[in-house]
């Protein structure tokens, strides 16, 4: 017969059926809710980016909680809507007479598709590769127009969350550390490794894509590209693409160039992308990244790809993050749970800037 010390206790069987239970119901909320989730990190982001303003208006200033919540609100709506609107407004203005843009484009393809023929005879508008590009154009068509709805929610219910996170931020923290069924020292541990994490995704990202598109429209105006100022709003988001990045666009506009008999003004554009914004977007990574948090480029590379399929838009924040996450966590369990001793393995330890204290 076993040894009834080595039989599961009562104790222990309630516990995982409360665990399966518990996980049941998360992931039920998480099914139906799904369409939120976008919304809840994007709100989660904001709140870790401006917790530190937040919380220096209502405990050093002594403002009314909403007072701080709304100021809070408004400053970043104007930091993100303005770069969107002056994005939107480029985009409108060069792409708004879809006749005309039509036929420029398929000009553009046209002159591409023989340079490319004549030189290496590869016909790249064959018959089905024609068909392949109205298929893609298509799908991307009906969800960029589904998306339209579906971003202005999310957009209303990141702020509408937003608030309430903001307005007793104390209490949100509370109730987040007295949820997680962990250690003290591992709690603080992921809390801190999540808002560097967070912090270093939400600035960085965003600060190396408009460094890559201002150093390409230097060089746009230098060899005198087609609509510079639309080609930098399209370059600054088109590096943020993993792995292809800003050369998905520049290198057509390159072939494109010498096919019009520009030659030395395409060989020189593509020399100087390929040298100068390569080198914006290494040397940002490496300094401003690097000194944010250390994120290895194959987690950047490979958590941008799945947060994207995940997440949408916000998965160039949290993709990368979740990866980070999953193998701390693993770390974590072995701390929790294992018998034997394990070292947390951690970035090399850096000054860490002056910031509010996190303990509740």
């Known amino acids: 017969m076993p040894n009834s010390k080595e ?70 709506l104007v930091l993100l809507i303005l770069p969107l609107y002056f994005l939107i407004d480029v985009l409108v203005d060069k792409l708004g007479n879809v006749d005309v843009y039509t036929q420029k484009f398929n000009v553009f393809l046209d002159k591409i598709h023989d340079f490319i023929f004549q030189k290496v005879h590869i016909d790249i508008l064959s018959k089905e590769n024609i068909q392949k590009l109205k ?5 991307f068509s009906s969800t960029a127009l589904s998306g339209t709805f579906n971003t ?46 967070v912090i270093a995704n939400a600035i960085g990202i965003p600060v190396v894509a408009l460094g890559q598109g201002i150093v390409a429209l230097i060089g746009y105006y230098i060899f005198g590209a087609p609509s510079p100022i639309l080609l930098f709003a399209l370059t600054a ?45 290494n040397l940002l990574r490496f300094t401003l990244l690097k000194r944010l948090e250390n994120i290895h480029p194959l987690n950047t590379v490979f958590g941008i790809i799945m947060g994207i399929n995940i997440f949408g838009f916000m998965g160039l924040i949290f993709g990368p993050i979740l990866i980070s996450i999953t193998v701390l966590l693993i770390q974590v369990y072995r701390d929790e749970f294992s018998e034997d001793e394990h070292e947390i393995i951690m970035p090399e330890p850096k000054e860490i800037e002056e910031k509010i204290d996190l303990s509740i």
């Open 7 to 76: 039989q599961i206790s009562d104790t222990k069987i309630k516990q995982i059926f409360l665990l399966i239970g518990i996980l049941i119901l998360v992931a039920l909320i998480c099914y139906n809710l799904a369409l939120f989730i976008p919304a809840v990190l994007g709100a989660v982001t904001l709140y870790i980016v401006s917790r530190k303003y937040n919380l220096y208006l209502q405990e050093v200033k002594h403002w009314k909680p909403w007072v701080a919540s709304l100021v809070i609100i408004v400053g970043t």
């Open 152 to 197: 202005l929610t999310i957009v209303a219910s990141t702020y509408f969350i937003l608030y309430f996170l903001l307005e007793k931020p104390r209490l949100f923290e509370r109730i987040l550390k007295s949820s997680v069924p962990l250690k003290k020292a591992n709690i603080n541990l992921l809390g801190e490794k999540f808002r560097k994490l």
């Open 135 to 139: 298929t893609l154009a298509g799908k």
């Open 237 to 281: 988001i088109t590096s943020m693409l993993p792995i292809v990045g800003a050369a998905i666009l520049y290198v057509p506009i390159c072939i494109f160039m010498i096919a019009e008999g520009n030659a030395g003004a395409g060989l020189g554009l593509a020399a100087y992308c390929v040298i100068a914004v390569g080198l914006t977007d």
